[in-house]
């Protein structure tokens, strides 16, 4: 059983400190695959405009049911969630609530992207944050690297973000399809694979954000994968690993890894609630935290697979 989705978000294109978002768009399907054949069970798809101050203006959807018109006037970015909660809950599990759910943190790579443009255009980049940003992460954990560099007013330790690797391969059903981007356009993607075999449920997942360089190089600015095991019964994971590919403080970022392992023990039937309470501060990435959260799809999409006999 495969999940896949995607949303791009599309900038004002330009080097300015502040970002104006214009637009949301992107798409989810569910796979099975069989010795015999790949069927496609489910899909979604959502398409967001923004007003100048960073609200939803307005939205389509498909399936057309739970209605997010409700959505109407919330703001794209972290804070979305609260603010959508009822949507959430009502769409918890399926292709178009992941989507919803990934409005939270789909916008994240815009602000490098910006970084980007200015280095094209050889702008210096502006004071690095300051204080306000300490210990809510791994990356700005008291004590590291790009802390103590942002208290002395000093560049951040961020490495050239590599080129995007190909998600597809030789299989053409692999993933959804994905329109190509611009360079005013981030996207983040997601695939989440589940299999059982002995009684267990084994997971694959991965999500990457991407950037667009002004030469229309595509970037990789977050990339997290996870292997889970859990157990086919209860759905209690019995072991996660999460593995850093691309984060923006090599240096710190990575340490955030080994918070997963808070998981263990714990069923997926509630992780997007209990997620942020297991890994949280300066041991957390709100990017890994929001690829354990989707760990919870596995209570729907485990009923594809074949009974255990």
Known sequence: MRRTAHLDVTRVPGVAAAITLTAVRGAARDLVTSAASDETVGG?????????KGAIATVEQTPPHPSCA???G????????????????ATTGSLLGLLLDDLSGAAAPTGYATMRDRRFARIEEPRPPQANQIDVCAGWRAGGLPARRAGAGEPVPTDEPFEAPPLLGDD??????MGPLEPSQTRRVRRLDIATNLGKVHVDAMFRDVSVDPDRTERVVHEYALRAVLDRTTLTILEVEAEPRALPFPTDCPLAAASASALVGHT???LRQTVRALSRGPASCTHLNDLLRSL???????????APQ
């Open 268 to 270: 997926v039937h509630d």
């Open 172 to 177: 053409d059903a692999a993933w959804h399809e």
């Open 296 to 306: 919870a799809d596995v209570t729907v999409l485990v009923n594809y697979l074949p």
């Open 44 to 52: 979604a798809t959502l398409a967001i405009t923004l007003d100048p």
């Open 70 to 72: 409700d959505i109407v």
């Open 74 to 89: 919330a703001p794209v970015g972290f804070a979305i969630r609260s603010h959508i909660k009822h949507l959430l809950q």
